[in-house]
């Protein structure tokens, strides 16, 4: 039967001391429980001089786990080493030994000093964690972090003064106030924001890890700083490969080599032109695949929307989205592509000699574009040649 293990753990065989890590580190004020988010997990650090630590942290991994640097820190507590446990149920309560995970490496950033920019340290795990899909990081941040909607998760207390209820994980939405190269603050002193133990918990971004929470700037807790995920990508990445090699599968992390091709390696030099999540471009990709005038009707992920529609009139075959541009019979041309059947073509076109054209016996009528601000191709090929070289595209409803 389960029993009140890690409340032994944590208070009756380890009580709480000024020194604690968690005294120090910045829970969830005004969130709410979250039993859901099961990639954040409750970090137990046991020093060797007696002192205990209770933290947060982050799988980015099967085996990794990202904390803030600080928790993991013997000198801190005024001992020489550490022993890390962690767990991911919603509480601390009726827990079992194996509900505990055991961390076998710890790497702390090679440039930490304490709270704040390059407070960081990634954990490695002796299994992997089944069963539980690792966050992804952000790898593109916006232009500013200012006023950025995030989600804030953290294991910590909820009231600055009262009683410990450490353990409990919780969540809450709010909004970026300050950023820094390194860093961004957010929360509201002693009422909203993060408080004790819930250093090395993650902020969200769209989905994605975006900080790590690393400091309080009052003794009200509340307004707090994260350490920003997308200024440390380097020493994370190369923990990482050497604590968790990525594998061929949908991680997060590219592999080359893999057959089939690892679905995280996109928008890498790999031969393959695919389309990006995150707004770059791929380096396989033609240059003119973006939107710049210039029509590219071949090798893009997407089609490209410079080109022109099947029926749009055009002056060349390289206008047009199927590379084809046909003569009507008026004096104009317009676009079309190569086909077997009638189910490629559309605007009511029919495949016709390899072709997609207007049904025999049809003499289409051009009229104005759905895209508006055409005329009628009615008059002489003058007329019509003004149409190509004026922007928007007229059709030739074919």
Do not use: K
């Amino acid at each position: 039967m389960r029993a009140g293990l890690l409340g032994c753990l944590l208070i009756a065989c380890a009580p709480a001391s000024p020194g604690d890590v968690d005294s120090r580190a910045d829970a969830i004020l005004a969130g709410t429980p979250d039993p859901n988010s099961t990639s954040v997990f409750f970090v137990i650090a046991t020093f060797n001089n007696g002192q205990m630590g209770f933290c947060t942290g982050t799988l980015i991994s099967p085996r990794v786990i990202l904390t803030a640097g600080h928790c993991v820190d013997p000198a801190r507590e005024g001992a020489q080493s550490v022993m890390v446990r962690v767990m991911n149920e919603p509480n601390d309560q009726m827990l079992m030994m194996s509900d505990l995970r055991n961390v076998v490496q710890i790497r702390r950033h090679p440039n930490y000093s304490g709270q704040g920019a390059n407070d960081l340290a990634l954990l490695q795990l002796d299994v992997a964690v089944p069963g539980v899909t690792p966050e992804l990081l952000v790898r593109t941040p916006p232009a500013t972090w200012a006023n950025q909607p995030i989600r804030v998760v953290g294991y910590g207390r909820t009231s600055p003064n009262g009683a410990s209820d450490t353990g409990t994980r919780r969540t809450l939405n709010t909004t970026i106030a300050r950023s820094m190269a390194e860093t961004f603050e957010y929360g509201q002193a002693g009422t909203l924001g993060i408080c004790a133990g819930d250093s090395g918990g993650p902020s969200f971004w769209q989905g994605r890890l975006a900080g790590v929470h690393s400091y309080g700037t009052t003794n009200q807790c509340g307004v707090g700083g994260d350490v920003r995920v997308d200024s440390e990508l380097a020493f994370i990445d190369a923990t990482l490969n050497a604590f968790d090699p990525p594998a061929c599968i949908a991680d997060g992390r590219c592999q080359m080599g893999c057959t089939p091709a690892d679905p995280d390696c996109t928008c890498v030099a790999d031969n393959r032109c695919e389309a990006c999540m995150d707004g770059r471009i791929d380096p396989d990709c033609p240059a003119n695949c973006i939107a710049n005038d210039i029509c590219q009707n071949s090798g893009c992920p997407t089609p490209d929307t410079d080109c022109f529609l099947d029926g749009d009139v055009c002056a060349a075959p390289t206008d047009c989205a199927g590379n084809r541009c046909l003569s009507d019979p008026r004096g104009f041309q317009f676009c079309s592509r190569p086909c077997v059947d009638d189910t490629v073509c559309t605007r009511d076109m029919v495949c016709l000699e390899g072709v997609c054209r207007a049904a025999p016996g049809v003499m289409p009528t051009p009229v104005d574009d759905v895209r508006g601000g055409c005329s009628s191709v009615s008059g002489p090929w003058l007329l019509a040649l003004l149409l190509v070289l004026w922007r928007p595209r007229c059709s030739t409803r074919a």
